[in-house]
């Protein structure tokens, strides 16, 4: 199958209406039925972001190429209007308020996927295989969405009790928690995951404050791990965010290798790839909250 371009115009839906509308573009994949789909939520640190960024073009094409649709998505962007630019984050005020903006953004994309399910048929997908994808801000919020289906929060109401994404591709992500460590009260869906442990922007282990805040790939795949879900994790070494958008050109395979076994093929997986690149040297892993902080909005 030839190569698509995702930079030819998509078809344009508007999934939440009002006075703050949210629109997804369809960017469909050649031949005729119902294709699988990725839905995809971008990155900016839950206060910036387009879901039509260049950067993000090359993963939409090797999708498409594959016959995958692509739907990439708005969110409400909580951080953008939460907090002061002239003034200090401190790690109280930035946790709560953090929380509140990653389920904003968990909660839109579990509503994009509403729209898809209902709409399937006029789309023409596939509603048995819709992966969930994102890069880090993006990542995150698609992480908490599966977190929210398999908990049957109310976050995920308007989600048959049945249903459950076929995958979850997630680039430097994490879920956020104000009960201590995340819990999964059902199996989640196969779930990848790329992340540096040199990450200053989103935590690779975790980065709390009395039990509330992130936990990163690193955690998630301990549990998934002790949990016996299908998992795929790649860790790499002394990386840093750039592991939000290196994938989405340099490890086509990878992520095609995960689709094909255990999302299609449904295989259990479980496997740690721990990645040491040539040429980089050993730097900093280990951050606090306010780290974090600084380095997204200070």
Same mark, same amino acid.
């Given at each position: 199958m030839a190569t698509l371009s995702a930079q030819t115009k998509p *078809? *344009? !839906?508007?999934?939440? $209406?009002g006075e703050k509308p949210l629109y997804l573009d369809h960017y469909r994949a050649? %031949? $005729? %039925? !119902?294709?699988?789909?990725? @839905?995809f939520a971008f990155g900016g640190g839950f206060s910036?972001?387009? &879901?039509? /960024? $260049? &950067?993000y073009m090359p993963y939409f094409d090797m999708l498409l190429s594959r016959g995958f649709d692509v739907v990439s998505i708005d969110y409400r962007l909580g951080m953008a209007y939460a907090l002061d630019p002239e003034k200090e984050v401190g790690p109280i005020e930035g946790a709560w308020t953090m929380y509140r903006s990653v389920n904003m953004a968990a909660e839109d994309v579990l509503r994009a996927l509403d729209y898809i399910l209902i709409n399937a048929v006029k789309m023409g997908i596939d509603i048995s295989y819709i992966v969930a994808s994102g890069s880090s801000a993006g990542a995150i919020a698609v992480l908490q969405a599966e977190n929210h289906i398999v908990n049957r929060s109310h976050y995920a109401k308007n989600i048959s009790a049945d249903y459950n994404f076929a995958g979850v591709i997630a680039f430097a992500g994490?879920? !956020? +928690?104000? @009960?201590?460590?995340? #819990?999964?009260s059902d199996m989640p869906c196969p779930i990848m995951m790329f992340h540096g442990n040199a /990450? &200053?922007?989103? =935590?690779? &282990? #975790?980065a709390t404050i009395l039990a509330t805040g992130f936990y990163g790939s690193d955690y998630i795949a301990e549990q998934l791990h002790e949990k016996g879900? *299908? !998992?795929y994790f790649h860790s790499a070494h002394y990386r840093d965010h750039d592991l939000a958008? +290196? =994938?989405? *050109?340099?490890?086509? /395979?990878?992520i095609i290798a995960f689709i094909e076994r255990c999302i299609l093929g449904k295989e259990q997986v479980q496997h740690t790839n721990e990645h040491i690149a040539e040429g980089i040297e050993p730097c900093q892993t280990e951050f606090s909250v306010q780290d974090y902080l600084n380095a997204n909005y200070n």
């Open positions: *078809t *344009t !839906y508007c999934f939440v $209406e050649e %031949g $005729e %039925g !119902y294709h699988p789909c990725v @839905l910036h972001g387009n &879901r039509a /960024d $260049e &950067r994490a879920i !956020y +928690s104000i @009960l201590g460590e995340p #819990k999964w /990450d &200053r922007n989103v =935590p690779y &282990r #975790k879900a *299908t !998992y958008l +290196s =994938p989405l *050109t340099d490890n086509h /395979d990878e």
